[in-house]
């Protein structure tokens, strides 16, 4: 065994079918199969999550014994190993795990949201699967509706256990278990609760990872249809940053491709009447957060008074759900500003309809987001500071890429476009809010700049020290040769984290209760692994090569663009000359972009 | 057996962790412990036995789902489980299933309308060569007869009648 | 009944002196030399095991009981856990001795609760005698206790590693093989698990030296084993007998001489027909962690293939998609084949599925569903029985 641990990583020659391939020891024979282009089928296997060798469907032959392995947990650490991928009775055995799993799997492939998309689908069709040996199962399940953002209907569900693996591993939230046990057995909630009174942050992490039907997004695009196609209905819509590196892979457009020009184009040729930028609002929340973190560092440092600290970002909707029901005790330490989509939606139906001249009554208001758990933050309670629901409904990028599909609009042969004014012009530090890390970088280099006068000391710009997909990253920045109105934060050393994934939030959180996070002054935390590019509305898969791959486009994005800092934003800027004049974090800007926030503990309600 | 009615879930699971650990591993102790006292553990004191422990109330519900002698619904005063298994079965479980039926006027999977009994299967409970066998609780029979599981019953429903 | 050397009379304590007088490793040395193999029912030679526990590093080590005796048919451990505790008690610190572990479990199954109160008064007197805790018997660092954990009704857990995952507080899944428990175990810390009749024997190997055992039995299956015996027999009942009986042997030993068939090994065992009683139990033939059951000839056989595969619908943990969906198909193709709706074709497919489900299947409950099926088919194909 320790020696095994020692030589891990060294190269061993192993055989597969036969033929002779160099390994990396300790590596599973799915890995070494894939890397060589042997396929292997999956199904319960997944680059985000740990093996879990249950769907069995990837078993393979080990140096001839009497039973077969699975590909995707055995690790080779013996030279001499010999795989066979193909032979009859693994056939055999393959074929009848898919025909049970099909047997099983209740719903017309037709009307399913995943048609086209679905693993098990595939594994069909590579079987040649025409009629199954077993007679088919009666439904056991009625769907449910019961959330905002998710649907789920379990007649699909294959048990891969994908999602209650993503919800412990990657969320650690354990909104989704398995219950009972044998063919009885069933992935569900704390005592078969509705989602919607489940403990769940609506992330969305689970249909990411569903590799069938049977968890998907709640459809907002019937909706939508009929807003635009309504002649009496203003239909505006924004757009989240992490959108424009996404949408193209679902046009068959490599991972990384950014599209910004061409998905405006699309969403005009929908019918939308206005198409804005949620980066607009990403700016507007970097000084809106920006300066509250100052305010708290003056009432903390100057004043001595009890602000708590560090604050944490507000922006992700899964975090603030996450926090509220884990940590209730704790919600002061978040920022009040409201996540770029509420802002935005906010001013939509306040500054933009009085400035139009629009009834806010007849404007529709549709934000194109990287998540699911955006479309519980929109129907909130008291998301309706504008004296109308804010936000009106809330598409993920699969379901827009659907409409946009559903219209016969050529995607990817569109001519680029600008975004509409009054909301275009944004700056590419709102642009990296798409990324874990993002709205540090953003707000770092507004607020050093408002401090001491000058840029961030970093090349281009860039502070690299919060990019990355490590779990928490923290670092700082010292203020120094500050201007004279911000003199107590002469020579301080400004701290931050960075989370994103709520596992790693659940890290942060428990180091700040032990007092462990006391000298840091301000966390950035996104509900989802590598920020909203790796969103739960995102195409499907997202693993962590296509992560990095829209973080890429994502970063030269920001790097060409004019502008590349909020407090630089001049329609932004032209906002605080014009309607919230008390300026940021001031009376008006209170009433319409801050907001507060429900501790809810997950015991049950009497 | 405990009524579940006004039960300071908090600081019944405290003791409990106090007595097994405070760590994911007790958790099998604190739960059999609670369906002991109580005949089976509420989502109340499940979600306390998670917070407890520092795991998700998903958890807690999902391991009492897995294990047969352990749920979150009340059951009888007496849980009767009648070895199903083969050597029981040979020795004609049927019989005493049918007396047994008979006897509490329900079938398996029920309990009686007094709360006292609820009639279970199980599977082979390692009394094979004295079958058939069942447990009341954690109480072992064997060698049943009709008859003798009809007494076996009063006999419960006596002690049951006078707690 | 039988040989009475394992449950014959044992001064408690004696094997645990025995062990002390040698190396931690001569303890090794003497439990491989003595052939034992685990007598659970997979046969692994426990003194690999220990030795292998023994060489993993790291810095707690467990000793577990395996006391969740599930297996259709099987009770010996339940006699030896009533009547002979000290026994299985005493290998336990053997074993620990010899591994290195300070902690022990017994995982006694939720149907044995009825024994804990005198298995828990058992340790209690051990600890008086100083035959658990601190410096046991007088030797200097060796500590050792035992603890025990139910079980609440889950045949799975008698695999090893799903009883730690059950032991660890989760639902009892087996866990990816390997690791093994003897590296990566309880809390993922090196355990040797073993049968609560190993740790008995183990005691006895302690008490009477490696060849007293090795030279019972077969060359590959040394010594004596426990039979549960039950079904249509005068005197069902645990039997003391060489590995290596025969199978008329032990029929005629149990009052069972017109029986038909036997099903050894419990439920995931092996059925054998009258045309092939001399057939031995052992490892290298009818393998068994010490089931019998016996059918007289007015048996269906079908209806104990039935009640079988009912079992394991029942108690396969539903996390591999073949034991969860593919038994269920099994034990509906057989109700089909009782009440005649089941085609030449139907039968010979789902003699195909059994056999993808061996072969395909996480752990040793699905992997082992086709030697039941098959044999008890085939047994009832010949006509053996009505």
Redesign the interface.
């Known amino acids: 065994?320790?020696e095994q641990v020692r030589e891990i990583g060294t190269q061993i020659k192993v055989t597969i079918n036969g033929e002779e391939y160099t390994a990396r020891r300790g590596s599973t024979v799915l890995e070494i199969c894939e890397d060589n282009g042997i396929p292997i089928p999956t199904l319960c296997a997944h680059d985000d999550l740990k093996?879990?060798?249950?769907?069995?469907?990837c078993?393979v032959d080990i140096n001839g014994g009497?039973?077969?392995e699975?590909a995707c947990?055995w690790?080779v650490h013996d030279p001499d190993t010999v795989i066979t991928t193909h032979s009859p009775?693994i056939r055999?055995?393959?074929r009848?795990?898919l025909e049970?799993?099909l047997?099983?799997h209740c719903g017309e492939c037709y009307t399913c949201i995943r048609g086209g998309n679905c693993e098990l689908e595939d594994l069909a069709e590579i079987y040649g699967v025409r009629d199954l040996?077993?007679e088919r199962e009666d439904p056991r399940f009625e769907p449910d509706t019961s959330s905002v953002s998710i649907y789920r209907d379990m007649d699909k569900c294959?048990?891969c256990?994908r999602c209650v693996r993503a919800c412990?591993e990657l969320q650690a939230?354990?909104?989704?278990?398995?219950?009972?046990?044998?063919?009885?057995?069933r992935v569900?909630?704390?005592?078969g609760m509705s989602f919607d009174e489940a403990?769940c942050t609506n992330c969305g992490q689970c249909v990411a990872h569903c590799p069938t039907g049977a968890l998907q997004e709640i459809d907002h695009t019937r909706a939508v249809w009929a807003a635009i196609e309504d002649p009496e209905k203003h239909v505006v819509v924004q757009t989240a940053p992490a959108i424009r590196a996404a949408i193209g892979e679902e046009f068959g457009l490599p991972p990384g491709t950014s599209v910004t020009g061409r998905m405006t184009t699309a969403l005009r040729d929908l019918g939308f009447d206005r198409v804005f930028d949620t980066n607009f609002a990403a700016d507007l929340t970097i000084l809106e957060e920006g300066t509250e973190l100052l305010l708290r560092l003056q009432a903390a440092l100057v004043e001595g008074k009890d602000v708590k600290l560090p604050q944490i970002t507000s922006c992700s909707p899964g975090w603030i759900k996450y926090i509220e029901l884990f940590y209730p005790d704790l919600v002061d330490h978040l920022s009040t500003c409201k996540s770029p989509q509420q802002m935005f939606g906010a001013l939509m139906k306040s500054f933009y309809a009085e400035e139009q001249g629009i009834d806010p009554e007849k404007m529709v208001t549709v934000s194109l987001m990287p998540c699911t758990a955006k479309k519980f933050e929109a129907q909130r309670p008291e998301m309706a500071d504008s004296g109308h629901q804010d936000v009106d409904y809330v598409l993920t990028t699969r379901e827009m890429a659907q409409m946009i599909k559903e219209a016969g609009i050529p995607f990817t042969q569109l001519k680029d476009s600008q975004y509409d004014e009054p909301f275009g012009d944004a700056s590419g530090a709102a642009l990296i809010f798409g990324a874990t890390g993002g709205v540090m970088e953003a707000a770092l280099r507004t607020a050093y700049e408002i401090v001491t006068g000058r840029e961030v000391p970093f090349e281009n710009l860039n502070i690299t020290a919060t990019r990355g997909f490590e779990g928490f990253k923290t670092g700082s920045i010292v203020l120094e040769d500050v201007l004279d109105e911000w003199s107590f934060l002469e020579g301080v050393e400004l701290k931050f984290g960075i989370a994103h994934g709520l596992a790693n939030a659940h890290e942060v959180m428990e180091r700040l209760r032990r007092g462990e996070m006391d000298d840091v002054h301000f966390i950035e935390i996104m509900a989802c692994p590598g920020g909203c590019l790796g969103g739960g509305g995102q195409p499907i898969p997202t693993t962590d090569v296509i992560r990095q791959a829209r973080a890429n486009a994502i970063y030269s994005e920001d790097e060409g663009l004019p502008i590349r800092k909020s407090h630089e934003n001049p329609h932004v800027n032209y906002l605080y000359e014009h309607y919230l004049t008390d300026g940021p974090c001031g009376h008006r800007s209170h009433e319409l972009l801050h907001t507060e926030y429900t501790p809810r503990g997950?015991?049950?309600k009497k | 057996m405990k009524a579940t009615a006004g039960v300071d879930w908090c600081e019944v699971v405290d003791a409990l962790a106090e007595k097994h650990d405070r760590k994911p591993h007790a958790l099998m102790g604190i739960l059999q412990d609670l369906q002991m006292e109580y005949g089976h553990v509420c989502p109340d004191a499940q979600i306390e036995v998670a917070l407890a422990l520092g795991i998700s109330p998903t958890h807690v519900s999902d391991v009492i789902s897995f294990y047969h002698f352990l749920c979150s619904e009340p059951k009888g005063q007496y849980v009767v489980w009648l070895c199903q298994t083969i050597s029981c079965d040979m020795a004609d479980k049927d019989q005493i299933a049918k007396a047994l039926s008979d006897e509490l006027g329900i079938s398996f999977g029920e309990t009686t309308g007094d709360g006292l009994f609820t009639l279970e299967y199980t599977n082979c409970m390692g009394m094979c060569d004295q079958a058939p066998a069942m447990l009341v609780n954690d109480e072992v029979h064997v060698s049943l007869t009709p008859d003798s599981a009809r007494e076996i019953i009063a006999g419960y429903r006596r002690e049951g009648g006078l707690g | 009944m039988g040989a009475q050397m394992v449950l014959g009379p044992y001064t408690p304590g004696a094997a645990i002196d025995a062990a002390l007088k040698m190396k931690r490793s001569d303890v090794v040395v003497t439990v491989r030399e003595s052939g034992l193999r685990g007598r659970g029912g997979a046969g692994f030679p426990t003194g690999t095991k220990w030795m292998l526990a023994a060489a993993a590093t790291g810095d707690e080590k467990y000793v577990v009981c395996n006391a969740d005796e599930g297996e259709p048919g099987t009770f010996k451990d339940r006699v030896l856990l009533s009547d002979h505790a000290d026994l299985v008690f005493d290998g336990m610190a053997v074993c620990a001795y010899a591994i290195g572990a300070r902690k022990g479990f017994v995982y006694l199954r939720g149907e044995y609760r009825y024994l804990l109160a005198d298995l828990e008064a058992t340790l209690e007197r051990m600890r008086e005698e100083n035959r658990l805790g601190k410096s046991i018997a007088g030797k200097d660092g060796f500590d050792f206790d035992i603890e025990i954990r139910l079980g609440s009704g889950a045949y799975v857990c008698g695999e090893e590693s799903a009883l730690i995952e059950s032991l660890e507080g989760r639902r009892g899944e087996p866990r990816i093989r390997p690791p093994f428990p003897v590296s990566a175990g309880y809390l993922g810390r090196p355990t040797a698990v073993n049968n609560v009749e190993t740790f008995a024997l183990a005691s006895r190997i302690m008490e009477k030296g490696a060849e007293w055992f090795s030279e019972i039995g077969t060359d590959e299956s040394a010594g004596y084993k426990l039979f549960s015996v039950s079904g249509d027999c005068e005197n069902p009942g645990v039997y003391e007998l060489p590995m290596g009986t025969s199978i008329n042997e032990l029929l005629t030993t149990v009052g069972a001489e017109d029986a038909v068939a036997v099903q050894v090994g419990g439920a995931s065992g092996e059925m054998v027909t009258r045309d092939a009683f001399n057939r031995r139990l052992a490892f290298e033939d009818v393998a068994t962690g010490g089931s019998v059951i016996v059918f007289g000839p007015e048996r269906n056989l079908l209806d104990v293939l039935e009640n079988f595969m009912d079992f394991f619908t029942d108690e396969s943990c539903g996390q591999c998609t073949p034991c969860r969906l593919g038994i269920r198909r099994l034990l509906n193709g057989v109700r089909d084949l009782k009440k005649g709706a089941l085609s030449a074709d139907d039968l010979k497919m789902l003699r195909g599925l059994s056999k993808s489900v061996a072969i395909s299947s996480k752990c040793g409950l699905g992997q082992s569903c086709d030697t039941p099926f098959a044999s008890i088919l085939d047994a009832h194909l010949k006509g053996v029985a009505q």
């Open positions: 065994m320790n093996p879990a060798g249950i769907c069995r469907i078993v009497w039973n077969l699975t947990t690790e009775r055999r055995a393959r009848a795990i049970l799993l047997a099983e040996r077993f294959i048990q256990r412990d939230v354990g909104a989704l278990g398995v219950f009972g046990r044998g063919p009885e057995s569900d909630t704390f005592e403990v997950f015991r049950l």
